[in-house]
């Protein structure tokens, strides 16, 4: 379970939700491979009157939106912001990636600090583990080696997560966040005088940088679009027929009463033939090996579904309602 809610449900509401699922007919009414419809609003979009992103001090920002029925909802905001750091010695030619998680549910919940604490860096470990090395090319982030390179900070908030599925759509919407965050365009101030003649190498720890504030020369980050796509496939065991059963986009309560979970990074671009990037298990039970080449086949052919039930909003109108439903920030 992601957040730091902790649903407990009876062994006959856990045989009841089984059940259903083995009938193919979920408790919200879906089948088990069905995905629900994400909303996502990106900065890319006015929304505003004064025309002001979502989040006026990041270079990129979305947040997704999920109403179910009920009570449940899943509010997700994510921020992105770039600064410029000298690179390691290690990598001298690489910028730098840093996932942030922060959990208000958890925090507001009656659990312990340190449980919740436990949660947190529990997931923003798996969120890492699957993205962090597939989200962007960290060379492109790179100014000057040894010198000057991009920090690429993502910040995740999740407002509510009562819906299930936070791991999934926390990659999402980093996903989104970071196609639509823009990349000053940065040069060696004192390489170029004003003639055009070059003053020091390339390189040199003497050179200054300078900001171009012309927006139209900044650029998205390098690989975002080929980043790999995040399916959980939850796991639940039939003790009766002693049988699994395979579900996409799990509910709280099908979470509660799940075997485990097998988070899978797909990297499915156009044109190459899908492939499994990252995998991450969770849960107390033990997987058997010969379920899992069904789970990542299952994975890979919810990409296209995942894909198109993650969208990205359209309307500017009806963006701002959505992005300040909960936090308005101005």
């Not at 856990?14 to 979920?26: M, Q, V």
């Not at 989200?135 to 997560?161: K, M």
């Not at 991450?280 to 296209?304: C, D, F, M």
Request: proline share 4%; hydrophobic share 40%.
């Amino acid at each position: 379970m992601a957040s730091g809610l902790a649903l407990q449900l009876s062994e006959s509401e856990k045989l009841y939700l089984i059940d259903g699922c083995a009938d193919n007919c979920r408790l919200d009414g879906r089948e088990r491979e069905d995905i629900r419809q994400y909303t996502i609003v990106t900065s890319s979009e006015t929304t505003s009157a004064d025309g002001h992103p979502p989040l006026m001090l990041s270079n990129g920002s979305a947040r997704l939106i999920l109403s179910s029925s009920g009570s449940t909802s899943t509010h997700i905001l994510c921020s992105v912001k770039v600064e410029v750091m000298t690179p390691s010695q290690s990598q001298p030619n690489q910028g730098n990636l840093i996932v942030h998680v922060e959990d208000s549910l958890a925090a507001n919940s009656s659990l312990s600090r340190k449980k919740n604490e436990e949660d947190r860096n529990r997931v923003q470990s798996i969120i890492s583990e699957l993205l962090a090395t597939n989200l962007i090319d960290l060379e492109s982030l790179c100014i000057i080696p040894y010198h000057y390179a991009f920090n690429v900070s993502v910040d995740v908030e999740i407002l509510s997560g009562t819906a299930g599925s936070i791991i999934d759509a926390c990659c999402h919407a980093i996903r989104a966040a970071l196609q639509n965050t823009l990349l000053p365009k940065v040069v060696p101030s004192s390489i170029v005088n004003d003639a055009g003649t070059s003053m020091d190498p390339v390189g040199s720890s003497s050179s200054d940088l300078m900001l171009e504030s012309d927006l139209s020369l900044a650029q998205t980050p390098s690989g975002i679009d080929n980043a790999a796509v995040v399916v959980t496939v939850t796991v639940c065991h039939r003790a009766l027929t002693n049988s699994y059963l395979l579900l996409l986009d799990a509910s709280l309560e099908e979470e509660a009463c799940c075997f485990c979970q097998v988070h899978v990074a797909v990297d499915a671009r156009e044109g190459t033939e899908p492939t499994i990037c990252a995998l991450r298990k969770t849960g107390n039970g033990s997987l058997p090996w010969e379920l899992l080449p069904e789970i990542t086949a299952l994975a890979v052919k919810a990409v296209p579904m995942a894909k198109s039930s993650f969208r990205v909003a359209g309307s500017s109108r009806n963006n701002a309602s959505l992005l300040q439903t909960q936090l308005d920030i101005q």
